[in-house]
C-alpha cells in the first residue's frame, strides 16, 4: 500500500511525525506513534515481525542509553529531565527514562516505515526529477548500492584468501580486530571501484548537458494526496487527545 | 563527409605522470566507416589506453600526457567532453559488471538515452528494441541488476550499448570472464547487424571472431604498430613474430603455420579450421600422411592426452552440500576426489557454482552437509587482488617463501616479473597481477591441492604460456590441481579430466576430451565445443 506512494510526500509526512515525535514528551503519544508504524508495517505492508524487531535493536540501544541515564546519572541529565517531567511519568524518577525510551523506538519506527516501504531507486529518481538532485550525486548513490552486495563478497574473498594462508576455514564470526585489518584493503576496493563507475558514466554521457530524461520517475496521485490528509488529521486527532 | 574516417589517430603517443617512457605510441592509423577493426598486442602494449584516447578519457577523465591528434568523424576528439562523444560512441568495458549504474535492467540500458535527454517514449521503444535484440526476457525489464549473474550483466550493459545506437563500437576484452555460449553469442551480436557501424575491438578470444573482422592493427611490446592490414594476411606473414611477442594467434593461424613449415600451405591463408584442413582434401599419398602427421601433432600439442592417475587421493568431498560463506547451499550431494599429480578440470557455466566447489574442495569453505578428507589447499583466486598482503611485488613473494629461504630472484624471473619487483602489486598490469598471485600460492610448494580460478583469464599468450608451464610442473612434483575454467581449450590442454557443473550437481566426471565432445552434455551445462573440436572431427575422420 504505502510502497505504491510518492516518496516525497512519504519522506515529508514521516519526518513531520518524527519531529512530533522528538517534540511532543509523553509517553502516550510515542506509544501511539509506536502502535500505528506497528500495525501498518505489519499488519498493512506484511512485513516479518522479526525484521521490524532486528531493525529496532539499535534504536532500543539507543534508548536504553537514555533509560539508564535518566535512572543513574539525573544530576547530569538536568536537561532531559526537565523536559521529561512534563509528562504524566514525572512523578517517578523512572519515568522520564521510559519516554526518552519510547521516543527512540518511536523515531526508529517511523523511519523504518519510510525505508521499508520505499524503492531506493525510485526514491532517488524522485529526488532527481522532483528536488533537483543532481545527476552525478543520484548515479553516485545508485552506484554505492551496486557496490554493497560486491563489497560484501570482496570481504568474503579476502577472509578466505587469509584463512588460507593460516591453513583453515575462516570463522563464521567476524572479530573486530580482524575488521580493522580488511578495512583497508576494502577502502582500496570501493575507491578503484568507484574510479571504474565515474569513468563509465562519462563514457556513457553523464554530465554532457544540463538536461536530461528520467524515465519511470515517480509521479504525485490523487492517492498521496489523500495519504497526505489521513496522515496529518491522524496527527492532529492523537495530539488533541493528550 | 563520407569520405572522413570514423576515427583516426595520427603520431599519438601517451605517457602517465612520473612514468620514464610512453604507455603508446607514437601510432597513426584510422578506423573506416562501417570497419570491424580488431587490436592485438602483449600486456602491457597500451591497448586500453589507445581506447582511452578516442573519446577524450585521457587526458580528460585520467591524468596522462597526450601528444598528437585524435579526430572522431574530423573534429579534434578535444573539442567536447568525453560524455559529449556518447552521441557517437557506445563503450563496453572489460568488467561490465563494475560499470553498472542502474538500479533495474531497464535503468542500466536508458541511462545513456536519457543523458541525451531524448523523449522518454523513444526511449521507452529502444530499450525494448536493444532487450529483443539481445533476446533478453521482457520480464527483465524490473529486475535488480545486482541479482543478475556475471554474464547476464555483461548482456545488460551490451543491451545498453546497442541501444545507444552510436555509429561507434567499442569493446576492451568484452569475454575475458565469460562461459564460451555467452562468449560466441556477444561476438555475434557485436560484428553482425548494422553494417553501417564500426567496430573497434581489443580482445584475446579470437577464434570465431576473426571471420567477421575487416582489418587487424597489432601494437608491439613498445606500443608502436608492428602489424596492420586484413587479418588472415597478417597472421600468416606476421604469425612467428606475433607469437614470440606474446600475442595470442587463432587456432587456425597457428595451424596454417605449422603446415607451411611442412610445405602444405594453402593459396589463401585461412582465418577457420575449416578453412585450413579444407586446404588439405587435395592431398594423396605419402603428402596426404604428412600433412596428417603434422594435424595430428598439432593437436596432441593442444591437448593432454590420458595420464595414470596415482591411487593417492589428496582431497576428497564425500556427500558434500557446499555453500558460498555465509551463503545458500548451490551445490548438493558432492562426491569427487583429486589425486596426487592430477589436473582435474571443474568446468560449467557462469554462476554455476564452480568456485564454490573449488573452495569447498580446498576445504577452505564449511559444508553445510557430508564431509571432506585430506589436508587443506591453496586458491589463485580469480581477482588476484585479494591475495596481496605485502607492499612490493618483491616481499609478495619473500613473504611467501619458506622462513630462511628470502631468495625470490629465480621465481620472479621465471614469471617475467622480476624488472617489476619495486612496484607495488595494485599498480601492476590485470595479467601481470595474476602472475604474481600464482608465483606467491606456489612460492613455498608445500599446498598439497592447488585450486587455480581462471589462472589464465585476460594473459596474454606468453602469460597463459608461463602459468600453463608451471601448472604442468607442479602436477609433475606430485601436487594435485583443480583449474576452474570457462576456457574449453585450456582444459582440454591441461586437465586430461574434468567434472562438469550445472545445475547445483556435478553433471559429468570423465575425461575432459570425452565430455567436451558430447555436444549434448555441453549445451545442457551452457557450454561450447573447444575451438580445436574441427580438427579432432577431421583427424576421427581419416
Redesign the interface.
Known sequence: MLSHLHPLPKLVICLVWMVTAILVFDAHFQLIVILLAVTILIVLERKPPLLILGLMIPFALFGFGFLTTSVLFRADSDFALHVARQSPFASQAFSAGIVLFLRAIATGLVSAVFVLTTDPGLFIKALMADWKLSPRIGYSLFSALQLTPDLAAELRQIRIARAMKRGRPPSAFLHPAELMTLFIPLLAFAIRRAGRAAIAMEARGLGMGMRRTIVGAPRLARRDAVFGGAALSLLIASLALL | MPDLPAAAWHDVSVRYPYEKRDAVGPVSFALKRGERLLLLGPSGSGKSTLLNTM?G?IPH??PADRTGDVRLGGEPVGAR????W??D?A?F?Q?A????????V??EI???????????LE??NR?TAALRLVDLPEDWRQRR??TLSGGEKQLVALA?CLA?AASIFVADEPTAHLAPAVAARLHRLLMEGDRDRSVFLVDHRLDGLVASVDRVVVLGPEGTIIAEGRPASVFRAHGRKLEELGIWLPLAARLDGDLMKAGFAAAQPPLTLTEALGGLDPLAGEDEEKAKAVVRDFAERHMRGPTKRSDQVVARLINADCA???GPTVLRNISLAVHEGEILGILGANGAGKSTLG?SL?????LKAGRREGK?G??A?Q?P???FIAGSVNEEIALALPAGIRNSEEILRSFGLWELRDRHP?ELSQGQKRRLAFAALTAHGEWPLLVLDEPTAGLDARGAGMVTRHVEALAQRGHAIAVITHDMDLALRLCARSVIVAGGRILADGPTIDLLGDADLLERAGLAEPAISPVLRWLASC
Open positions: 573519446t578519457l577523465t585520467v567532453p568525453p560524455a559529449g556518447a552521441v560512441v563503450r568495458f568488467n559488471e563494475e560499470t553498472l549504474c542502474g538500479m533495474r531497464e535503468d536508458a541511462f545513456a538515452l536519457e543523458n541525451r535527454a531524448l523523449p522518454e526511449i521507452r530499450v541488476s545486482s545498453a545507444q558460498p560463506l555465509f573452495a580446498a576445504g577452505l569453505l564449511k587443506a591453496g586458491i583466486f581477482n587482488e585479494n591475495q595494485f
